[in-house]
């Protein structure tokens, strides 16, 4: 089953047959096992799984950051890494949003806002800073320019670098995690916000979490991995039709999706308990 | 706005009990200073066996009362404001301090950010960094001396070397500890390895540089007492009694005056207090966002 049609054209991924193995102190661990996907150019495609089940492994592995053991990944045709040449190049056509947030202290939300696209040399000083100072307005940002991200919310925080990330004009946005530390309540308002500034720059969007509720809420799909190693174990379309709000989970179709998937998250997460799997 | 911080600071209820807490300390001194004995002899008496074991005698037993007074330290003081010398000693000091501190982070910032980066630099570098560092300045003291042309060099290196090795492990630990998302999200942003040297790892370090300095600076006002006391005060021969402020203190020693070796102990408590609120007012300067925490 595909997912619902986008108007998108770029951002598609594919996954293919990719596997990767620690093999650090004698002990080879296998973190990803032969796992394909193919993510549609535009798709929210939400990746659950419990903690330490392999996928910011596989998303480490889309961003250049660590290299595979075999298999590839293809994007919008373009290989970005092989059994031949294991370590993509970072780039600004996938920009990752990490768990804890990886704004620069030293620099204010404006300055973090710029920084890509005048280190690509894409945009002039000037210009980047009205188009930040358009973009942050856009997020409902206004105000919090000249602050450091030491001085913002947590919630902030992260929308000011949701911002950075599409200033980069990117393919995909790879967020693993990014709401984990959130409260319940600010996390609902940061999923709104997300889903919002989605639908005005329609990007690819790989989102890595452990929460059901949040992977059904946002997401044109939902793929289930299994814990280590980690491959697809069960792939679901969520057919409620975006634009979303949140006055989705409370809806039949949406508790519907979540028994559905309930069984099968819950077992790898007790594969992951007993397995005595690492938080994070 | 240097008058806007100062009536915040007379106005802030802690500096009052700082003040208090320091007048209570001198009061104590003072009659401290003016009793015969510390302790009735009568009270001592039963203790006179283990305190004569580790090397005590009774009429050698330390008192407060052979320390000189307060008012009698200030006296000393008014009077030593007037002379050339004192003034001198101040200069002599601070010119040390200062010429083996910028030495040291001059030297020491560079090549911490070096052995950062660099591997091979590490590797050929960072074994005789380790088997050097815990050899004490002090240590250096007649090395040294043999070694550099003039007395003058001998003490500034001796103060470089106590700033210097402090500054190069914090400046390595911190660029060694700035976490590794920023690295990545920088490349991700398409960063060259320049952009990253400058705009990653440089402020990340920063914080790090400041605390490295703040310490390093105390300890070169350590060393440079001590080395002035050993050297017998540099170019002392050439200009009088200006051999810095550890000379001052010691030719007071020689020179009977115990009030003097007071004045010059508390003159060097002021300039390490100054010198360090100096630098942690330059490092909130180059720091701006740690205030947000």
Redesign the interface.
Known sequence: MRPPASTSTRGHILIEDVVKIYDSGGAAVVAVDHCTLEIEPGEICMIVGPSGCGKTTLLNAIAGFHEITSGRIVMDGEVLCSTEMPKSNPGPDRIVVFQNGALFPWKSNLENVIFGPVMQGRLMRSEAIDKGRAMLADAGLSGVEHNYPGEMSSGVRRRVEIVRALMNNPKALLLDEPYRALDSLTKSVMHEALLEIYYKNKVTIFFITHDLEEAIFLGHRVVIMTTRPCKPKKMLTVDIPHPRDYSVLTSKRFRELIEETNDAVHEEALKAFQAGEKEG | MIAGRLATIVTDRSFWRGVAAILVFLILWEIGARSKQWMAPEFFAPFKNILGMIGFKKDYLPWVGAIPAPSAVLASWIQVLGQKGYWQSWYMSFFRVMGGFIAAMIIGIPFGLVLAVSRITRWVAFPVFEVLRPIPPLAWVPASIIFWPTQELAITFITFLGAFYTIVINVLGGARSI?V??F????????SRW?IFR??IL??T?PSIVVGSAVGMGITWEVVVAAEMISGGGASGTIGSGGGLGFFIWNSYVGGSYEQIVVGMISIGIAGFASSGLLRWLGRYA????K??
């Open positions: 976490d998302r920023y990545q999200a920088a490349q991700s942003m398409g960063s952009d705009r990653i402020p990340g920063l720091t701006p966002w740690l947000a925490r």
